[in-house]
């Protein structure tokens, strides 16, 4: 069975870190896109960042790039997004959506507070 399990959310205060993981289990990992998503109360699910596993191709929403980086640990099948200089419009659910052949799969969600 294939499971996507997401970690690492905390109650942080503004200015610091978090690494998130992302467990994908049950997949061919060197053939799959992952990306981070997050939802804040009232707002709509948007894109944060996204790896390609077969090349390593990386992608960062303006809003987190240059504080955010994504990466990868083909060994363990998990990808991370180390969340540094954190402000507390970051705070939403992050998500982690694995897409691979034509479907995606994602996991529960990991809380991210930042406080001011």
């Known amino acids: 069975d294939v499971q996507v399990v997401e970690s690492g959310g905390d109650l942080v205060q503004a200015g610091g870190s978090l690494r998130l993981s992302c467990a994908a289990s049950g997949f061919a990992f060197d053939q799959l896109a992952i990306g981070w998503f997050r939802q804040a109360p009232g707002k709509a699910r948007e894109g944060v960042s996204c790896?390609?596993?077969?090349?390593?191709?990386?992608y960062y929403a303006e809003s987190v790039r240059g504080r955010f980086t994504i990466s990868a640990d083909y060994a363990k099948s998990t990808v991370y997004l180390q969340m540094n200089s954190l402000k507390p419009e970051d705070t939403a659910v992050y998500y982690c959506?694995?897409?691979?052949?034509?479907?995606?799969?994602w996991g529960q969600g990991t809380q991210v507070t930042v406080s001011s």
């Open positions: 790896i390609s596993m077969n090349d390593y191709n990386t």
């Open positions: 959506k694995v897409s691979w052949l034509r479907h995606d799969y």
